[in-house]
């Protein structure tokens, strides 16, 4: 069925530092993908979101593009702060708009 | 706009007692989800509503749990009877339709012991 596949965490980087969060996904059709975010103590937030194939999805300095033909959407920014400590967690949503998630990355920033 | 409603935020009950979540989604949105998350680990589809009617229930264990969304607007999940295993935060969330990012309540976090 179809499912999303991220790189397992934890990740810890030093503030500056440049991230990048892989997501992988495995569906029939052309799924919408998001990645969305969980602070410490908060409820999950959508971060950027893509809709067709080449899209670009962009918030708060992380992007990810949506690339069919490696069936990636990998989460990057170039410079990582504290305040960006968070889990991160892929997903796809495909047809009756069944929103399947990854496991999720646990990503910590050091000063 | 409001968000969506999600009671209680915390719950602890005995293994073999029965408890039950609400929810509220965002006015307007047809699409209802709910959404266990075990610690460590990412959302799983419990059971999709679409207004009053069930989209998708095939992860959801239905000799012990179920859920309902008689008016197609709030929404309750019950579990009976708990089992250890059903410790988990219960997200609830809401979306407008096809292909469209969804909106998360704070989530239930229920301990069973």
């Known amino acids: 069925g179809d499912s999303v596949t991220q790189m397992e965490g934890p990740v810890t980087l030093s503030e500056e530092a440049f991230l990048t969060i892989n997501c992988t996904y495995t569906a029939t059709g052309y799924p919408s993908l998001f990645w969305y975010v969980q602070y410490p103590g908060e409820g999950l937030q959508l971060l950027l979101k893509a809709t067709k194939a080449d899209d670009k999805g962009s918030n708060k300095g992380f992007e990810a593009t949506y690339r069919k033909e490696t069936t990636s959407f990998h989460l990057e920014k170039g410079s990582v702060q504290v305040s960006d400590s968070a889990v991160y967690f892929c997903?796809?949503?495909?047809?009756?708009?069944?929103?399947?998630f990854g496991a999720g990355t646990r990503l910590t920033v050091k000063p | 706009e409001a968000g969506v409603a999600q009671s209680p935020r915390y719950k602890i009950i005995e293994k073999r007692q029965s408890v039950a979540f609400w929810c509220n989604p965002i006015?307007?949105?047809?699409?209802l989800y709910w959404y266990q998350q075990i610690l460590g680990q990412g959302p799983k589809l419990l059971i999709q509503?679409?207004?009053?009617?069930?989209?998708?229930d095939s992860q959801l264990p239905k000799d012990r749990f179920s859920a309902e969304r008689l008016k197609g607007v709030d929404s309750t999940l019950k579990i009976q009877p708990a089992k250890l295993e059903d410790s988990a935060v219960y997200l609830c969330?809401?979306?407008?339709?096809?292909?469209?990012?969804?909106?998360f309540g704070q989530g239930t976090r229920l301990t069973v012991v």
């Open positions: 509503f679409q207004n009053n009617g069930v989209v998708d």
């Open positions: 006015s307007g949105h047809a699409t």
């Open positions: 969330a809401s979306s407008w339709g096809s292909h469209t990012e969804a909106f």
């Open positions: 997903a796809l949503s495909y047809r009756n708009n069944d929103m399947r």
